[in-house]
């Protein structure tokens, strides 16, 4: 975890500590901090703002350009996120924003199958989600604002010097797939990481309902020292959850997603500033949870409404069922009527 403080772990973060955070990233660096946050969503509401995201990616490259002599000396989240903000940037920071609809299918599904992270298809290689507020909530920490995942292949320079402003490009020492989640309220990220050699395929489970799976992103890697307590544990895995589920959900069915549109731009001749207005990338805005028939005959249904729990599930197709792929059977509210 690393704090965007002094260091100080004690530090009683507020949103006025990331006002003024705002305000030195803007005033100090703005030509970084508007390639860090390229794009204004008037249309969103329920969401932290893209510039605290912003603020804080630039006290991580802060902090990786301090310890750009020894990079094992800076926090664990700064050492797995700096090396894809050249990719972020280049494709102007695509942040996916998850439905709070959305969000809920994802908690009433469960990971049956083995995932196989090294190969399996992802809409990109690094990502941003954004969450609603309120939708996963660390009892200590407080809110998870942003998630960033990376999956690293070994061996590539993943740290365009160019790009981000610091000399130093890094190299993977195996593949591995990094998940961290932003928690504003307490200033800090929690970090976990998986390699090849070390856990190739991983077993989610259901990990909102308190079952099996909660060692999806093990503590025995190398970055994973620093989660202690079962709640950070318990967190790790809902961060790994709601990021794979997200992956394997467009991959069912790309159809959730609202792709981004350029609304408007406006440029101040004054300050020589310009604001882009985008409508935002939206997982789930138009998803509404499937309805169970009523009065199935032999079903022997409750009469109460409850939830049936979806899953995913690899379904074989194509010549001699040789092919595979990922299908979502979605929850389904039973006897809504």
């Given amino acids: 975890?690393?704090?965007?403080?002094?260091?100080?772990?004690?530090?009683?973060?507020?949103?006025?500590?990331?006002?003024?955070?705002?305000?030195a990233a803007?005033?100090?660096?703005?030509?970084?901090?508007?390639?860090?946050?390229?794009r204004t969503y008037p249309e969103i509401s329920g969401y932290y703002s893209t510039k605290v995201l912003a603020s804080s990616l630039m006290d991580m490259i802060a902090m990786m350009d301090a310890a750009a002599s020894n990079p094992d000396h800076a926090p664990n989240s700064a050492r797995l996120i700096v090396p894809a903000l050249g990719y972020h940037i280049q494709r102007?920071?695509?942040?996916?924003?998850?439905?709070?609809?959305?969000?809920?299918?994802?908690?009433?599904?469960?990971?049956?199958?083995?995932?196989?992270?090294?190969?399996?298809?992802?809409?990109?290689?690094?990502?941003?989600?954004?969450?609603?507020?309120?939708?996963?909530?660390?009892?200590?920490?407080?809110?998870?604002?942003?998630i960033m995942f990376s999956r690293y292949r070994e061996g590539v320079e993943n740290w365009p010097p160019s790009t981000v402003g610091v000399n130093r490009p890094i190299a993977m020492a195996d593949d591995s797939f990094c998940v961290c989640g932003m928690f504003p309220s307490a200033g800090l990220w929690y970090d976990t990481c998986i390699t090849k050699r070390s856990k190739p395929?991983?077993?989610?489970?259901?990990?909102?309902?308190?079952?099996?799976?909660?060692?999806?992103?093990?503590?025995t890697t190398q970055f994973d020292t620093d989660l202690e307590t079962d709640a950070d544990r318990d967190m790790a895995a809902k961060l790994a959850a709601l990021t794979?589920?997200?992956?394997?959900?467009?991959?069912?069915?790309?159809?959730?997603?609202?792709?981004?549109t350029h609304t408007n731009t406006i440029f101040n001749?004054?300050?020589?500033?310009?604001?882009?207005?985008?409508?935002?990338?939206i997982v789930g805005k138009h998803?509404?949870?499937?309805?169970?028939?009523?009065?199935?005959?032999?079903?022997?249904?409750?009469?109460?409404?409850?939830?049936?729990?979806?899953?995913?599930?690899?379904?074989?197709?194509?010549?001699?069922?040789?092919?595979?792929?990922?299908?979502?059977?979605?929850?389904?509210?039973?006897?809504?009527?």
């Fill in 1 to 23: 975890m690393a704090f965007l403080t002094d260091g100080d772990p004690n530090h009683p973060y507020t949103k006025t500590d990331y006002d003024l955070m705002i305000l």
């Fill in 26 to 38: 803007e005033s100090m660096h703005p030509d970084l901090f508007r390639r860090l946050n390229p």
């Fill in 92 to 146: 102007r920071m695509p942040i996916m924003f998850l439905a709070q609809s959305f969000v809920d299918a994802l908690k009433l599904t469960d990971f049956k199958e083995d995932l196989d992270w090294t190969t399996m298809p992802l809409p990109y290689e690094h990502g941003i989600l954004a969450l609603p507020k309120n939708s996963l909530v660390h009892p200590v920490d407080g809110d998870c604002a942003f």
């Fill in 201 to 219: 395929v991983i077993r989610i489970r259901n990990v909102f309902e308190g079952g099996e799976g909660k060692q999806a992103f093990p503590l």
């Fill in 244 to 260: 794979f589920g997200t992956i394997l959900a467009l991959t069912a069915r790309p159809d959730l997603l609202t792709p981004a």
């Fill in 269 to 281: 001749k004054k300050s020589g500033k310009r604001t882009e207005f985008w409508s935002p990338n």
């Fill in 287 to 337: 998803y509404s949870p499937r309805k169970a028939p009523t009065g199935e005959p032999g079903t022997h249904q409750s009469p109460r409404m409850h939830w049936r729990r979806g899953h995913f599930r690899n379904q074989h197709y194509g010549p001699a069922r040789s092919q595979i792929k990922m299908i979502w059977l979605e929850p389904q509210l039973v006897n809504s009527e």
